[in-house]
């Protein structure tokens, strides 16, 4: 089954763009994954999905500043225009069989 | 507005028990299947368990195998874990969610419930 890898933290500038990234261990190219966000205190919430081929389909209610892209293994998360309220931790999700799967986690810092 | 409520965490010695229950609204409970996910405190997300949206199919993390059991009522819409043999390693918040489709991804999250388990 897949392994998702996560850098531990990220830190970026208000206003400014940042681009999170979630691995797929090596042959799990095809793997569709999703993005969680969780704000300080809260519940994770879903974000949205995305394949490999780099289309991704959000949640409702998810800003525009809030996108998806993929290249080969790798899927990412890019925050535009960060907001105060875009410091939280994020988390991929993918599923094989009856498993599922989650990432390790980047905590994200807005300067 | 789809709405997950949990319910029935608390403080346990281990090897004790505990019954964690999900109250779903807002969308056709019946049809979907639903997992339950914890975080143990200052760490990241952890899948503990599925079940299908019949309750005919479940499926546990290695972790919990043999000592959880979820369950569900779909004429209540309500989502049970069962928690036996609790370790201080099971200390966390649990989450139930629900899947977006069978073979897809978590769409929504309860707003958890807090297990402790020591002596």
């Known amino acids: 089954q897949p392994v998702l890898t996560q850098s531990s933290s990220a830190s970026a500038s208000l206003g400014s763009s940042v681009k999170l990234t979630c691995s797929l261990s090596?042959?799990?190219?095809?793997?569709?994954i999703a993005w969680h966000q969780q704000q300080p205190g809260k519940a994770p919430r879903y974000l949205m999905k995305l394949e490999g081929t780099g289309s991704y389909n959000k949640e409702s209610g998810v800003p525009d500043r809030f996108s998806g892209s993929s290249s080969g293994t790798d899927r990412y998360l890019t925050i535009s225009n960060l907001q105060s309220e875009d410091e939280a931790d994020y988390y991929c999700e993918t599923w094989d069989r009856n498993t599922r799967i989650f990432g390790g986690g980047t905590k994200l810092t807005v300067l | 507005e789809v709405q997950l409520l949990e319910s029935g965490g608390g403080f346990v010695q281990p090897g004790g028990s505990l019954r964690l229950s999900c109250a779903a609204s807002g969308f056709t409970f019946r049809t979907y299947g639903m997992i339950w996910v914890r975080q143990a405190p200052g760490k990241g997300l952890e899948w503990v368990s599925a079940i299908g949206s019949s309750g005919d199919t479940t499926y546990y993390a290695d972790s919990v195998k043999g000592r959880f059991t979820i369950s569900r009522d779909n004429s209540k819409n309500m989502l049970y874990l069962q928690m036996n043999s609790l370790r201080a390693e099971d200390t966390a918040v649990y989450y139930c969610a629900k899947l977006n489709s069978v073979s897809s991804q978590t769409d929504y999250w309860g707003q958890g419930t807090l297990v402790t388990v020591s002596s």
């Open positions: 090596s042959g799990h190219s095809g793997y569709i």
